[in-house]
T-cell receptor, first 114, second 111 residues
Framework: AQTVTQSQPEMSVQEAETVTLSCTYD???????LFWYKQPPSRQMILVIR??????QNATENRFSVNFQKAAKSFSLKISDSQLGDTAMYFC???????????FGKGTSLLVTP | KAGVTQTPRYLIKTRGQQVTLSCSPI?????VSWYQQTPGQGLQFLFE???????NKGNFPGRFSGRQFSNSRSEMNVSTLELGDSALYLC??????????FGPGTRLTVT
């Protein structure tokens, strides 16, 4: 079974600064997807960014980028120019060959302060 | 396009009762997945339906069941409710596996 580990339960960053959230995973599969989801206080899960394992290039979406290290099974999220609206729980998730079943980490609570 | 809708948004039930939650996917999406979110266990996959067939199931007891209709709307049912079933139940719809869109969730409280 795949496991997803987020070792930082809580993090804090000042507005306009950069923060990196860590995620490691364990799998024996060679082809899979990795995701970062954001869950603000409204509880709506929002897809932030995804990475396909067969792509070596790290995914980027505006202020959000990932550092995908396949051999190390590491998938960190970097948020640049942090904004107050980035305050949320961030979940790292894995999807393997079983398809459509997301396996989530425990989450990192990010607080962006003025 | 309208997003994923879930009804009801909040529900209070008593132990031993049963409950049915509904999820309407984004138009054109044929896959619907269900997740349970609790403070203790986090987010856990329940099951996934595609074209009225359950394709994948998580590690939950048989009290948890679901179905999907021909219009892709899905329902999940929990029978003989336990206190531990109190959770946020999230539904997600997909056109492709790598792009799941979540609904706002149904908050179930079991007393």
């Amino acid at each position: 079974a795949q496991t997803v580990t987020q070792s930082q339960p809580e993090m804090s960053v000042q507005e306009a600064e950069t923060v990196t959230l860590s995620c490691t995973y364990d799998t024996s599969e060679s082809n899979y997807y990795l995701f970062w989801y954001k869950q603000p206080p409204s509880r709506q899960m929002i897809l932030v960014i995804r990475q396909e394992a067969y792509k070596q290039q790290n995914a980027t979406e505006n202020r959000f980028s990932v550092n995908f290290q396949k051999a190390a099974k590491s998938f960190s999220l970097k948020i640049s120019d942090s904004q107050l609206g980035d305050t949320a729980m961030y979940f790292c998730a894995f999807m393997g060959n079983s398809g459509y079943a997301l396996n989530f980490g425990k989450g990192t609570s990010l607080l962006v302060t003025p | 396009k309208a997003g994923v809708t879930q009804t009801p948004r909040y529900l209070i039930k008593t132990r031993g009762q049963q409950v049915t939650l509904s999820c309407s996917p984004i138009s054109g999406h044929r896959s619907v997945s269900w997740y349970q979110q609790t403070p203790g266990q986090g987010l856990q996959f329940l099951f996934e339906y595609f074209s009225e067939t359950q394709r994948n199931k998580g590690n939950f007891p048989g009290r948890f069941s679901g179905r999907q209709f021909s219009n892709s709307r899905s329902e999940m049912n929990v029978s003989t409710l336990e206190l531990g079933d109190s959770a946020l139940y999230l539904c997600a719809s997909s056109l492709a596996a790598y792009e799941q869109y979540f609904g706002p969730g149904t908050r179930l409280t079991v007393t």
